[in-house]
């Protein structure tokens, strides 16, 4: 096996040292001895410690995970490494939900759909993709503000990605949609916003749902990269740390998760041109993926900056003293790459007509209303990436980076390409700080320089103190994890099912997927309640309304209801085949209400998911015991006395 080249004595020394420290800052954060460590200043993760049992759970997956990845890193091929980790990336993001959460797909479903936690599936549901209005972004965004805080701040392409999955799911047969939202419906069949939605707006909901697994895709290049910066052992010990890294656990099913796979596969484009002596190709292929991504969000635009400092420092460190590359070789580096930059945005200003700089200018209006105090948050921002991409990461790549330039100054020997991108991440993080544009939650936000900084760390350390690093980095993972509740959604999931009435008459009525099978009514200060006992056959997308009309005794209507099944907390949607669901109405009746049999006329409507009164066009048939067919059953006869006077 190749090993690094990049060690660095001083810094190797301060291993153990950082991995001391890291445990210690566990052990803080764990006892929340200074809450100033969760942030301050306009922002604090809440500190919500998880149960000790759950907490034990996570603790025995990371276990198992870093046991068996230290296991095949040793062996003589990779595979078994990369396929691990990328189980072991997914498996963890499954055990950090089940910190708080019962049913991770619940939670990966409902952080996809809501507009609080991510937005962009709401989003694209809601955009009438058919009229020219979004073709306007800044306009429309503008209107998205209220419900769906991060949408406006950002370029359409993630809408546009879910709304063409929308159209593409329109094309495909039936029965894939169809089971595809099968899958996720009984998991907001009370949600009458969703149940809106078409089957394809339900099935394109999986994209975000499988996000843990396309994050797991950035070990790919991550893996390339480092072995090409650094070698073969960095670059398994990169892949094994990779799925350690906090955020990319915690935030998951957040778009932000996959921006390490972004900004890694357009790294590594830029390094196979430079090193190709500037195949014109790959730069362009470079900037292309990069104008992709900053069309994916904004915060991608330093990763340009970061890029540029790493294009000048690899030739004034390593090839300025190169007879075969031109002094002009970054200037026209940058010229083929901005090539590429700019096809992306060049093709939406003919499609759509706005610029890059109208959406950015948009975007950072929203963005830079929110004010934060410049001073504290120098820091802030850099620790609350620190925190979030691991502390020991953090201090290896600046004990690398500043050993590199301290060397340097001193006419030390010429530097390797991961030192050279160690100190231009360095240099434009110091610089992404001092702008001030950034407004909190960089740990979540930056998630796309993690893998540089990790890969640094692992350019740098001896195979000897790879426990020491992996043990400490998963310590810490744990803890944030386990303490710091730092995602949530507006979704809630269904109640439970209303229990059924006793002691209710058997009744056949038919309604088409769904059956009542028992009742009950009775008078009791001047109203009838109205139990009922349904049973569903078949699964709905559909929450019926039902209306009950009181007829009194001469024939005449004297009094309705119009409901949903327990005040719509638990419509027919939320229904399961076989159960049995109790309901229970209270009519009220008129004054002096005519005494002796009374009944009532029930029937139910489609409303087409409107909350607004449903019409007579929506009424149901039923299917009665005795075969016939009518729009409505009647139940009784109640019993109404005549009103007792003192």
């Known amino acids: 096996m190749k090993t690094s080249t990049t060690e660095f004595a001083p810094t190797t020394r301060l291993i153990p040292w950082i991995a001391l420290f890291s445990l210690l800052l566990a052990a803080v954060l764990t006892l929340d001895v200074f809450p100033w460590l969760r942030g301050d200043y306009g922002w604090r993760w809440p500190y919500a410690r998880a149960p000790w049992e759950r907490i034990a759970l996570l603790a025995a997956v990371t276990t198992a995970y870093v046991a068996g990845g230290l296991w095949l890193a040793g062996r003589r091929s990779a595979r078994g490494l990369l396929l691990w980790t990328m189980i072991g990336t997914v498996a963890l993001t499954i055990a950090v939900i089940l910190l708080r959460h019962d049913d991770p797909l619940f939670t990966l479903f409902a952080r996809t759909a809501s507009p609080l936690t ?44 879910y709304g063409l999955a929308n159209a593409i799911f329109g094309v495909l047969p039936d029965a894939l949609p169809e089971t595809l939202r099968s899958g996720l419906l009984p998991y907001q069949c009370h949600n009458y916003h969703l149940l809106a939605y078409t089957p394809e707006e339900w099935a394109s909901a999986w994209i975000g749902v499988l996000m843990p697994l396309w994050a797991a895709l950035a070990l790919f ?23 350690l890294i906090p955020a990319l656990l915690v935030f998951a099913p957040g778009w932000n998760t996959i921006y390490p796979l972004l900004s890694l596969s357009a790294f590594w484009a830029l390094d196979v ?3 190709a002596r500037r195949r014109s190709g790959w730069l362009i292929l470079a900037g292309l993926l990069a104008g992709v991504c900053i069309f994916v969000n904004f915060a991608f635009v330093p990763m340009v900056m970061f890029f540029g400092f790493y294009t000048l420092a690899r030739w004034g460190w390593i090839e300025r003293h190169d007879a075969r590359v031109s002094p002009a070789a970054p200037v026209i580096a940058g010229l083929w790459f901005g090539l590429g930059l700019i ?20 975007a950072m209006g929203e963005h830079l209303e929110l004010e934060r105090p410049y001073l504290p948050w120098l820091w802030l921002h850099f620790w609350d990436w620190a925190l979030w991409t691991g502390v020991p990461l953090i201090l290896i790549w600046l004990a690398a980076a500043l ?31 001092v702008s001030g544009t950034a407004r909190g939650e960089t740990g979540r936000v930056w998630l796309l320089f993690a893998p540089f900084a990790l890969i640094a760390a692992a350019a740098t350390i001896r195979r000897s103190q790879w426990i020491a690093l992996v043990v400490a980095q998963a310590a810490l993972m744990i803890v944030l994890a386990s303490t710091l509740d730092a995602i949530g959604t507006d979704l809630i999931p269904p109640p439970n099912a209303p229990a059924s009435i006793a002691d209710a008459q058997p009744v056949s009525a038919d309604f088409g997927g769904f059956r009542l099978i028992g009742w009950s009514g009775a008078e ?35 009094g309705e209801a119009l409901w949903q099944p327990d005040d719509g907390a638990y419509p027919v949607s939320c229904w399961v085949p076989g159960a049995v669901i109790g309901d229970q109405i209270t009519i009220a009746l008129p004054e002096n209400a005519e005494p002796g049999a009374w009944w009532i006329s029930l029937a139910a409507f489609d409303a087409s998911q409107s909350i607004s009164a449903p019409g007579e066009e929506g009424r149901l048939n039923v299917t009665l015991a005795d075969g016939s067919t009518d729009g409505q059953i009647g139940l009784g006869p109640v019993m109404v006395e005549v009103p007792s006077h003192e």
Request: without cysteine; proline residues 8%; aromatic residues 10%.
């Open 343 to 362: 096809v992306p945005w060049l093709l939406y200003t003919l499609i759509s007509g706005p610029t890059f700089f109208d959406l950015l200018g948009a």
């Open 524 to 558: 009791e200060n001047g109203s009838i309640t109205l139990a009922l006992n349904w049973q569903a056959e078949t699964r709905s997308v559909t929450p019926y309304w039902f209306s009950a009309l009181l007829v009194d005794p001469s024939g005449g209507v004297a």
């Open 403 to 433: 050993s590199m330039l301290i060397r340097r100054g001193t006419g030390g020997d010429r530097p390797s390409s991961a030192q050279v991108m160690a100190a231009a991440l360095a240099v434009s993080m110091l610089a992404l700080i």
């Open 273 to 275: 041109g430079l090193s």
């Open 221 to 243: 290049p991550l893996y390339s990269v480092t072995r090409r910066l650094a070698g073969e052992e960095a670059a398994r010990l990169a892949a094994l740390l990779f799925p």
């Open 118 to 161: 991510t937005g962009t599936h709401y989003a694209a549901a809601g955009i009438d993709w058919n009229s020219g209005e979004w073709r306007d972004w800044p306009t429309y965004a503008a209107t998205l503000r209220g419900p769906i805080a991060h949408v406006p701040i950002a370029p359409p392409a993630l809408p546009m990605l």
